[in-house]
Nanobody, 124 residues
Framework: QVQLVESGGGLVQAGDSLRLSCAAS????????LAWFRQAPGKEREFVSA????????YYADSVKDRFTMSRDNARNTVYLQMNTLKPEDTAVYYC?????????????????WGQGTQVTVSS
C-alpha cells in the first residue's frame, strides 16, 4: 500500500509562486513514475505534469509549460511542483499520483495511487 501526502498549497496573488510537495510512503520509490493533476470547481481533473522514475524526463501540459517545474528527490521519497507566475486559472485542487510500473502517462486512469490533494487559490 502506498500513501501520498501533498502539501504546500495556499492562497496567493497572480504572479506569485508556490512549491507543492508530495511525500510517498513507498519502498523502492525510484522505480515509480509520478504525476501532478489538478481539478478546478466544475471541471474534470486534468493532467499537469509527470516525471520518469529517475527523473530524467518530465512532461507538462501546454497550459503550464515554461511556468511549472516538476522534480523528484528519490532519497526523500518526494516529488515537487514548482509553480511560478501563477494565474487565476491555475486555481484548483492539486493531486499527486503514482504509477507502479514506472510509465509516464497523461491520463488519470493510468495511475495507481492518489493523494488527498492540496488547494491552490490564485487571486487576480
Amino acid at each position: 500500500q502506498v500513501q501520498l501526502v501533498e502539501s504546500g498549497g495556499g492562497l496567493v496573488q497572480a504572479g506569485d509562486s508556490l512549491r507543492l510537495s508530495c511525500a510517498a510512503s513507498a519502498r523502492a520509490f525510484s522505480r515509480y513514475s509520478l504525476a501532478w493533476f489538478r481539478q478546478a470547481p466544475g471541471k474534470e481533473r486534468e493532467f499537469v505534469s509527470a516525471i520518469s522514475r529517475i527523473g530524467g524526463s518530465t512532461y507538462y501540459a501546454d497550459s503550464v509549460k515554461d511556468r511549472f517545474t516538476m522534480s523528484r528527490d528519490n532519497a526523500r521519497n518526494t516529488v515537487y511542483l514548482q509553480m511560478n507566475t501563477l494565474k487565476p486559472e491555475d486555481t484548483a485542487v492539486y493531486y499527486c499520483a503514482l504509477n507502479l510500473y514506472g510509465n509516464t502517462y497523461t491520463t488519470d486512469r493510468d495511475y495507481d495511487y492518489w493523494g488527498q490533494g492540496t488547494q491552490v487559490t490564485v487571486s487576480s
